[in-house]
């Protein structure tokens, strides 16, 4: 009998990823990627936790933040929009991606130029090297845009490449510049950005042109007739994603540079591990739009897998999150104490956030789920700095973990009402035209 119930479960499962072969296949190369960042980003600041001083490590952490927060104005939901629509325009793919990184790539530079201008106004200890911040927020939006490209054309493998390859490049820089004697802010700013740089030559030779072929002429016609969904997007991105990119950068503000050098590396860790269900929500989007009719099948499968990973990720930090630390920096568990063991339980919020946004950007429903998701970011703003205030980094952390708790919560209900109504007259189920990229 145990016999049969195993074979059962084995066919069944069997024919639950044969049913979502796309999703598995594209999954599977990004969680190749993710895995191989998080192992080569855990080895990367471990090596700069043992060779810099801990408020170096800390300032560096925090001018890394800002650099992904302007990325992700300049971004402007082009990516994302990227995602969805590709497979919409058969023919037109390229230009769109090329319209979409020129107008993000431009929107990033005028930002960074404004947050220099800013940071030299006032002498701020995280003040950066003007040319190399500027060229690497830059570097960021174009791999934001290039990797949600090779997402919407479900060429995963392409950017699970680039990743590694980044991973690769800023470990082997960040090694040679301490043994070369340099340790400042400036050395972890660079070895980001000239991997990011390298990172995309790499994956262009690697696979024989792809990144290459992902542009062509920019179609700026086809990008201003899609403004609309651009900014729906943005409003999405920016309310969903702006209070983690940001969250190392308040640490500092709010406590102090050594307080977060310590907090880095679990948040690193933590946020890490948040890409692997963050990715899947990213290819639902692209598969259920090529697939309509396996929305339920897909959403349940990415959730389940999501929320189990999420739960032994959460488990794990909080037993071994002294041991981390210490792996990092002997000082670091004198620093944090036991603040930080309650960090990876904010993983079950934010896969459950994670596909409520892609449930909002399914329906063609961004705007009106930005207003909701905006207030969700206030309050976790809100909880950090009260948090903070109150009980130092443990009540950051606290706060941090409730607020996505609570945002959990909602989005279990809204996730909940979805699966029980039909889907097929919402504008997910609008048939796609065929593309090549497909065949």
């Given amino acids: ?21 796309t ?22 600041w471990w090596l700069a936790a043992r060779l810099f001083p801990p408020e170096v490590i800390g300032n560096a952490a925090a001018l890394l933040s800002v650099m992904g927060f302007v990325g992700l104005l300049g971004e402007a939901g082009l990516g994302t929009l990227l995602i969805g629509e590709i497979v919409r325009h058969p023919g037109r793919e390229r230009g769109l991606v090329a319209a979409a990184a020129c107008v993000g790539v431009a929107l990033a530079v005028g930002l960074a130029l404004l947050f220099v201008l800013g940071e030299a106004s006032r002498n701020s200890p995280t003040r950066p090297i003007d040319a190399a911040f500027v060229l690497g927020c830059a570097l960021t939006v174009l791999s934001f845009v290039g990797d949600q490209a090779f997402l ?16 690769t490049f800023k470990l082997m820089l960040i090694g040679a510049a301490a043994a070369a004697g340099y340790a400042s802010n400036a050395t972890i700013l660079m070895t980001w950005v000239a991997g990011l740089l390298a990172s995309w030559i790499g994956a262009d030779l690697l696979t024989r042109g792809g990144a290459r072929r992902l542009v062509g002429p920019p179609d700026f016609q086809l990008l201003h007739t899609l403004r609309r969904k651009v900014f729906d997007h943005y409003a999405l991105d920016v309310t969903v994603q702006a209070p983690s990119v940001i969250m190392p950068y308040l640490v500092l503000v709010l406590l102090s540079p050594s307080i977060n050098a310590a907090f880095v590396p679990l948040w690193m860790l933590v946020s890490m591990a948040s890409l692997l269900p963050a990715t899947m929500t990213t290819v639902l ?35 071994y999150s002294q041991e981390i630390l210490a792996l990092f920096n ?33 329906g063609d429903r961004m705007r009106k789920a930005s207003r909701w998701f905006a207030l969700g970011g206030l309050l976790e703003l809100c909880f950090v700095v009260m948090g903070a205030r109150l009980d130092g980094l443990q009540g950051l952390v606290v706060g941090w973990t409730l607020a996505l708790s609570i945002e959990g919560v909602c989005a279990t209900l809204s996730l909940a009402l979805a699966m029980k109504q039909d889907f097929a007259t919402g504008p997910v189920h609008e048939e796609p035209s065929a593309s090549p990229l497909q065949t």
Avoid: W
């Fill in 285 to 319: 989007f692209p598969v259920i739009r090529a697939s309509p009719k396996q929305f339920r099948h897909n959403i349940t499968v990415s959730l389940t897998t999501s929320l189990l990973f999420s739960l032994v990720c959460a488990a794990f930090v909080f037993t």
């Fill in 152 to 167: 919407g054309s479900l060429r995963s493998t392409g950017r699970m490449i680039r990743q590694v390859l980044f991973s």
């Fill in 1 to 21: 009998m145990p016999v049969d119930l195993a074979e059962t479960a084995i066919i069944s499962v069997r024919r639950a990823l044969q049913d979502s072969t």
């Fill in 23 to 44: 999703l598995v296949t594209n999954s599977g190369a990004l969680a190749i990627g993710t895995i191989a960042m998080a192992g080569l980003g855990f080895v990367y």
């Fill in 330 to 362: 002997p000082a670091y568990p004198k620093i944090a104490s036991s603040s930080l063991r309650f960090l990876g339980f904010s993983l079950l919020g934010s896969t459950l956030k994670f596909h409520a946004c892609t449930l909002a950007r399914l």
